[in-house]
């Protein structure tokens, strides 16, 4: 395959950057991307240049970052095939994309009503049903996996009952890596009339995300795991749904109309933007999705499987004491290990030393975590601008602290 990995890191200067003395090898893309400089100018550019506050002014500089933040908008609703603008909802990322959904979604759930999460879900995909538990009776139901990471289908359809109201699954594991059947998952959820949240913050800048051909009534992810600023993410939502919820948070420019006795809202999706929006980052988002499609979401899913497939197999081959937790057939380019009985932040330190960085820790994925009976992992995980040379470091890195470890 010709992918010319070498000309798109000199996109991203901080892959130019040292620690202690040796080139920065950065494998905690999971956790968040680097940035290329298109997306970076586009920050500096709106700051510079057109930085006025959107939906508010007649003046030129507002209808200028009205059209950037709306252009975006556009663009995103392309990127995720999504039929209408309408159903493009900015936020500060996936998590504030699922606290929105279970607050506003939840706003109708009757007690006893049942939400179907997997084993495998970030905390953020946990946690806002909880909150919504202070406020009615519901009960999570969880979806098993095997010991590969492939979540248990069967257990998954014998879940549903009268009472389930919603399911909430990662497309990706962040763990594991697995990649969720998020189309038959949908698929089996709508037979029982039950709509469907798909966390896709690690599914978004490594695979094509169609959320037609999905038919999910939700996708969350965040901009800065595809190349773009920090701060900002998007709610995709089924049009349906969305004209039924209440809005999640009141304030500036989600209103139609208010008096001190009653308010009404503005139309879709404004009604679920109240404030003034990131709208800087909101246009960078724009470069950073303009990035990834000039290079092509296939050709980087490509370059990013071979390395897996090359490091998983120099782990496997030169390390008897490595075990790798995430053997899924579909699989995205993440590798949670353990070196023996080492704990993972020595792991992650000594190879920090190295000017390698892994990511350490129960990667906010607790009962994932409990139910493999560890408290955590060292993870590497690789996108675009990641290299065999540097994944052979990585192996280089691993043969020097394993005497120090074991
Ligand atoms: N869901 C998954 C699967 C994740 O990996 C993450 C972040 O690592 C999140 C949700 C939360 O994303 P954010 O912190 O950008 O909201």
Avoid at 98 to 116: Q, R, T, W, Y
Avoid at 169 to 174: L, P, Q
Avoid at 323 to 328: K, P, Q
Avoid at 368 to 376: A, C, K, P, V
Wanted: proline share 4%; hydrophobic share 40%.
């Amino acid at each position: 395959m010709n992918f010319d990995v070498e000309y798109y890191r000199r996109d991203f200067p901080a892959l130019q950057r040292t620690l202690y003395g040796r080139p920065l090898t950065y494998f905690d893309n999971t956790a968040t991307s680097q940035t290329p400089k298109c997306v970076v100018d586009a920050i500096e550019s709106a700051y510079y240049n057109s930085k006025a506050n959107v939906h508010r002014g007649v003046h030129t500089m507002s209808q200028e970052m009205t059209a950037l933040q709306e252009a975006a908008r556009e663009r995103v609703r392309g990127f995720i095939n999504a039929e209408s603008t309408e159903e493009i909802i900015f936020t500060r990322g996936t998590t504030e994309g699922i606290n929105l959904v279970a607050a506003c979604m939840g706003d109708s759930f009757k007690d006893g009503d049942e939400v179907i999460i997997s084993v495998m879900e970030h905390h953020s995909n946990i946690v806002p049903w909880q909150l919504l538990q202070r406020r009615k009776d519901i009960k999570l139901r969880v979806i098993p996996m095997d010991e590969c990471g492939v979540l248990n289908m069967d257990a998954y359809r014998g879940l549903f009952n009268e009472h389930t109201a919603m399911v909430s699954v990662t497309h990706v594991s962040n763990v594991l890596g697995t990649v969720n059947p998020v189309k038959e998952i949908v698929a089996e959820a709508h037979r029982h009339g039950v709509p469907v949240l798909i966390d896709g913050a690690q599914a978004i800048s490594h695979r094509k995300v169609d959320v037609r051909d999905i038919d999910c009534d939700f996708y969350a992810f965040s901009a800065h795991k595809m190349y773009g600023p920090t701060g900002v993410g998007v709610l995709y939502g089924r049009k349906s749904w969305l004209e039924k919820m209440p809005p999640y948070q009141g304030g500036g420019e989600m209103i139609a109309h208010v008096s001190f006795d009653h308010t009404t809202y503005a139309d879709l999706p404004f009604k679920f933007e109240a404030g003034t929006p990131d709208f800087v980052c909101i246009a960078a988002m724009h470069k950073a999705i303009d990035y990834m499609e000039s290079i092509g979401i296939k050709r980087i899913e490509e370059h990013e499987q071979e390395l897996l497939k090359y490091a998983t197999e120099r782990m496997a081959a030169e390390f008897p004491q490595i075990r790798i937790y995430g053997n899924a057939p579909v699989k995205d380019a993440i590798i949670s290990f353990m070196l023996g009985d080492a704990h993972p932040y020595d792991v992650g330190l000594l190879l920090d030393k190295q000017g390698i960085a892994v990511r350490t820790g129960h990667h906010c994925a607790q009962p994932l975590l409990e139910s493999l009976g560890l408290e955590g992992v060292a993870r590497a995980s690789f996108a675009l601008y990641n290299t065999r040379e540097e994944v052979d470091r990585f192996i280089a890195a691993l043969h020097r602290i394993e005497p120090m470890l074991l």
